[in-house]
């Protein structure tokens, strides 16, 4: 679970009614004394959160009007435990963390019940402490069953644990030092599979000039491959990769991936491409490549769009949908950040002034069918500006159910703003809808951290002047 840390979060409910939403809302917390908060999700009726306050750690729980009707501190290790993730699963949640202790670093796991009894814990790994250690990283497997934490060492090798979260134990431990490996050139992406074996994606050789050098290297380890690491190669030809997001489809046991190439500059992308990498049979794998329709460039570019060199540049891939036939959706975000010298700015370590500026427009979605072939593709028009936020109120958030998906997101980033919707079909159609107005509700929305409860609800953080507030809107 991605935990949500504050720009500096007691709950009451409201109800306001636009449209076809219901939208409840909270009283505000102080966030005065908050490091982080999670939104741990609800069970029988109650919805949870959890308070990082440094040295002391507290469950508020609510109702579905959203109002508190508990409090209650957790107890964990005294010698400086760090949180590193929150895993909400169906009889409960679990909190990992660490402590340091005689020149070592204990990773350990609490599993609590709905009410925030502890029900059991246990030490999972341990490891040495180094002088300036790098942090842990995380990540949790589609089923919330498997835990995946790593940290890279000295630049050229990566330290990987796995747990599993059902029985509390250390699956496995991999030291990973790949031949000629440099972490911050070659490192893509880490994924987790439900029976807890990981994936490591290196991008190697992405440069002009490579030839026909570019590909991805893949190191896959775990119980399914019998504890055994394998290395497998995805030679990308004469492309560049512009930018790329992997998944790991668990339903048809196979790497997918959704990026943009490059043919010459790397500052921008030419066509898109779709990987299928079927791990028992990976010769029956598929990797295409289609160049960027120009209408469907110029839709998202605008007037940015170039005719000469034609493409889409300052463009992130933010996630990969998964379809159940194998194919997958990519969607993609205009992103451009901006540092500028101003007067009365904020003081960088050398004693200048400066501001960052946040540009989160156009959104697009290809769909891919798993033959590689482009099912329908769409651009979805926004305009975001915001300044010195870390762009915590940009972006969107993606809603999935049976019949569409919901992107939300805040039109304007300011106080008072309005709420808006694109509801997408399964061809692509889509219609766009305002959800909500913030006039006078004291309300600034970080949907980027919001969190899906149900196919018709979902939970959004709102933080203004130190407050927080918590939004449910139904649909």
């Known amino acids: 679970m991605k935990r949500l840390f504050g720009i500096a979060f007691l709950l009451l409910g409201r109800l306001c009614f636009l449209s076809a939403q219901q939208v409840t809302v909270s009283e505000a917390i102080s966030l005065q004394n908050d490091i982080a908060y999670d939104i741990l999700g609800e069970w029988s009726g109650q919805f949870l959160l959890l308070r990082d306050q440094s040295l002391t750690f507290q469950v508020l729980g609510f109702n579905h009007d ?6 209650k501190n957790l107890e964990l290790d005294r010698r400086r435990p760090q949180i590193l993730d929150v895993i909400n699963g169906k009889r409960g949640f679990s909190i990992v963390y660490t402590y340091r202790d005689d020149l070592k670093i204990h990773l350990k796991v609490h599993r609590y019940d709905p009410a925030a009894n502890l029900v059991d814990s246990a030490t999972v790994a341990t490891v040495d402490d180094a002088l300036f250690p790098e942090s842990l990283n995380s990540l949790v497997s589609e089923d919330r069953s498997k835990l995946l934490v790593y940290k890279h060492e000295q630049f050229n090798e990566i330290h990987l644990f796995s747990v599993d979260l059902d029985s509390m134990r250390l699956l496995w431990e991999l030291k990973l030092a790949p031949e000629d490996f440099d972490y911050e050139r070659d490192y893509q992406q880490m994924l987790i599979d439900n029976e807890g074996n990981m994936f490591c994606i290196l991008n190697k050789d992405n440069r002009r000039f490579s030839g026909t050098r570019h590909h991805f290297e893949i190191f896959s380890y775990g119980p ?19 930018d790329v997001r992997f998944a790991f489809d668990n339903l048809n046991q196979e790497l997918v991936a959704g990026g943009l190439y490059s043919d010459e500059s790397l500052a921008r992308a030419n066509g898109s491409f ?69 007067s009365g700015g904020r003081f960088d370590m050398l004693g200048g002034r400066y501001v960052i500026d946040y540009y989160l427009d156009d959104l697009f979605i290809i769909s891919y069918n798993p033959d590689g072939t482009i099912h329908w593709e769409n651009v979805f028009h926004k305009k975001q500006y915001s300044q010195d936020d870390n762009a915590m109120y940009s972006s969107y958030l993606l809603v999935k159910t049976p019949s569409n998906l919901r992107l939300l997101y805040n039109d304007d980033i300011r106080h008072e703003n309005t709420v808006s919707e694109y509801v997408i079909t399964a061809t692509g159609q889509f219609d766009r809808n305002s959800v909500m107005s913030t006039d006078s509700k004291k309300l600034r929305l970080r949907f980027r951290d919001a969190i899906q409860m149900a196919a018709n609800e979902v939970i959004v953080p709102s933080e ?4 927080l507030k918590l939004v449910r809107i139904t649909f």
Do not use: C, H
């Open 274 to 342: 779709y990987l299928r990498f079927p791990l028992a049979d990976p010769d029956k794998g598929v990797l295409k490549f289609q160049e960027l329709d120009d209408n469907f460039a110029l839709s998202f570019m605008g007037k940015n769009f170039n005719a000469k060199n034609k493409g889409i540049s300052e463009t992130v891939v933010r996630e990969i949908v998964l379809r159940k036939d194998g194919g997958i959706l990519m969607i993609g975000e205009r992103e451009r950040i901006f540092q500028r010298n101003m």
């Open 224 to 242: 399914s491959l019998g504890f055994r690491l394998q290395r497998s190669e995805i030679m990308m030809g004469d492309k560049n990769t512009f």
């Open 464 to 467: 203004r002047r130190g407050k």
């Open 66 to 71: 959203m109002e508190q009707v508990w409090e």
